[in-house]
T-cell receptor, first 117, second 112 residues
Framework: DAGITQSPRYKITETGRQVTLMCHQT?????MFWYRQDLGHGLRLIYY???????DKGEVPDGYVVSRSKTENFPLTLESATRSQTSVYFC????????????????FGDGTRLSIL | AQSVTQPDIHITVSEGASLELRCNYS??????LFWYVQSPGQGLQLLLK??????LVQGIKGFEAEFKRSQSSFNLRKPSVHWSDAAEYFC??????????FGAGTILRVKS
């Protein structure tokens, strides 16, 4: 029962570099999400995906790129990292059900702590 | 647009005392409401959820929450706090596209 795994758990990089955070889930959930967590802001949605090859912007998408070629993977790329992107990043997934919102809870990975110097 | 307010950034409670964490939401229709808990260095774990029906919802670890439509609130409660309950707690409301909108969180400290 691997669930949802994120890698790396910790990453330090420099401004201007490209960074990719990985997310893998074993449940075949349709929906996947990327959040960033910053003190005083809770979790803010960066991007989400309803299925393979379907992605959409969340609340704070600028500076990030996502792809979803396979249902189980949802990588997040910072194309040119900035200090303001220092944060803890969480990936989550949830199954698809009937209706616009199924009410199913999201399942979270353990996060990636990213520091940009 | 949906929004969630958790008025208390930090709360300190003595072990064995009761706990109430506040959550207010803004949503036009009947909301889907959630409480999650996050221990240090961990992801978020679902405590409980409300979709419809009984307004008092039971969750894991002895937590419960009450949905009050008239007050747009979904407060989390526990009758007797244990030291292991020290964590950060997030209230969230469901949004279209299976998204969640989170509050800023409340950090619970438990003193012995």
């Amino acid at each position: 029962d691997a669930g949802i795994t994120q890698s790396p758990r910790y990453k330090i990089t420099e401004t201007g570099r490209q960074v990719t955070l990985m997310c893998h889930q074993t449940w075949s959930h349709s929906y996947m999400f990327w959040y960033r967590q910053d003190l005083g802001h809770g979790l803010r949605l960066i991007y989400y995906s309803a299925a393979a090859d379907i992605t959409d912007k969340g609340e704070v998408p600028d500076g990030y790129v996502v792809s979803r070629s396979k249902t189980e993977n949802f990588p997040l790329t910072l194309e040119s990292a900035t200090r303001s992107q220092t944060s803890v990043y969480f990936c989550a997934s949830t199954p698809r059900e009937q209706g616009a919102f199924s009410g199913q809870p999201q399942h979270f990975g353990d996060g990636t702590r990213l520091s940009i110097l | 647009a949906q929004s969630v307010t958790q008025p208390d950034i930090h709360i300190t409670v003595s072990e064995g005392a009761s706990l109430e964490l506040r959550c207010n939401y803004s949503y036009g229709a009947t909301p889907y409401l959630f409480w999650y808990v996050q221990s240090p260095g961990q992801g978020l774990q679902l405590l409980l959820k409300y979709f419809s029906g009984d307004t008092l919802v039971q969750g894991i670890k002895g937590f419960e929450a009450e949905f009050k439509r008239s007050q747009s609130s979904f407060n989390l409660r526990k009758p007797s706090v244990h030291w292991s309950d020290a964590a950060e707690y997030f209230c969230a409301v469901g949004a279209s596209g299976n998204k969640l909108v989170f509050g800023a969180g409340t950090i619970l400290r438990v003193k012995s």
